[in-house]
């Protein structure tokens, strides 16, 4: 089988950004393909490999207080044909409950052999901005799970 196009890539990419950017368990995980593995870097965050079904649950856990989260590409992508790749440069924004939430990512992702879905997604962070915000949604996702909020 051929290599999908730049075309059929950007296409999917397109489609995957503006499906995470609704920001629901379901949506995040609508183009990625049933074994896609998300992984999270630098290592020092000590993030488990992630499945579709743990990271929808993920999402889930954060919208009561992260019920929305934006992502906009900064620049343009990096697209190879012929590892099924493109690279993204992004910025988030979220208004939560414990503040303003920005962030700034590089996503790796791989496609599938047609180019229509994600088969494997690199993330990487800001560390320390990540440390210092991940503990504060998890804390504030807790409460309101207890009712707490």
Same mark, same amino acid.
């Given at each position: ?52 079904? $743990?990271?929808?649950? #993920? =999402?889930?856990? @954060? ?12 620049? +343009? ?42 088969? $494997?997604?690199?993330? #990487? =962070?800001?560390? @320390? ?12 996702? +807790? ?7």
């Amino acid at each position: 089988m051929s290599s999908p196009s730049r075309e059929q890539l950007l296409q999917t990419t397109n489609l995957f950004l503006e499906a995470f950017n609704e920001f629901t368990p379901e949506s995040v995980v609508r183009y990625r393909s049933p074994s896609c593995t998300h992984r999270i870097f630098p290592t020092i965050l000590n993030s488990p490999t992630q499945t579709n079904a $743990d990271f929808a649950n #993920f =999402v889930s856990a @954060l919208r009561p207080v992260m019920p929305a989260l934006q992502f906009r590409l900064v620049g +343009e992508p990096v697209v190879d044909e012929v590892a099924r790749k493109v690279v993204l440069h992004l910025k988030s924004r979220s208004d939560t409950s414990v503040g303003l939430y920005q962030n700034e990512y590089v996503w790796i992702l791989t496609f599938s052999q047609d180019g229509t879905s994600v088969d $494997d997604m690199s993330e #990487f =962070v800001d560390s @320390l901005y990540t440390s210092e915000w991940v503990p504060k949604l998890v804390k504030a996702s +807790e409460e309101a799970t207890k009712g707490g909020n």
